[in-house]
């Protein structure tokens, strides 16, 4: 599956973005998926992902009560809607996708597939 990451931008503390997941490739519905981020000089890290089960969702606790993460079959893409972001939300995002589902969700690597990433710059 290729996946191509969009909707990053620059946004003030307090504003909101909507980050969309497009894939191609094997049936979408089949694939676990999730966003993660990397800061400068930072390790990448998890921000949320739907189980594998598909009926439920996970979530850092930085980002718990703010973040959305929801996806659309139909579409083959997946969002992430953040919202009351802060300047330490400023990463490039990327969004994974998986179809073994040998690890934990929250797991980096639980994925194979990785989109290009996405800026996402808020500033104070």
Not at 59 to 83: C, E, H
Request: aromatic share 14%; glycine share 12%.
């Amino acid at each position: 599956v290729q996946l191509q990451a969009s909707g990053g931008g620059l946004v003030q503390a307090g504003g909101s973005l909507r980050l969309s997941c497009a894939a191609s490739g094997p049936p979408f519905s089949n694939y676990g998926m999730g966003w993660f981020r990397q800061a400068p000089g930072k390790e990448r890290e998890f921000v949320a992902a739907f189980t594998w089960s598909g009926g439920s969702t996970y979530y850092a606790n930085s980002v718990k009560g703010r973040f959305t993460i929801s996806r659309d079959n139909a579409k083959n893409t997946v969002y992430l809607q953040m919202n009351s972001l802060k300047p330490e939300d400023t990463a490039v995002y990327y969004c994974a996708a998986d179809n073994r589902k040998r690890y934990p969700e929250w797991s980096i690597g639980a994925y194979d597939y990785w989109g290009q990433g996405t800026q996402v710059t808020v500033s104070s």
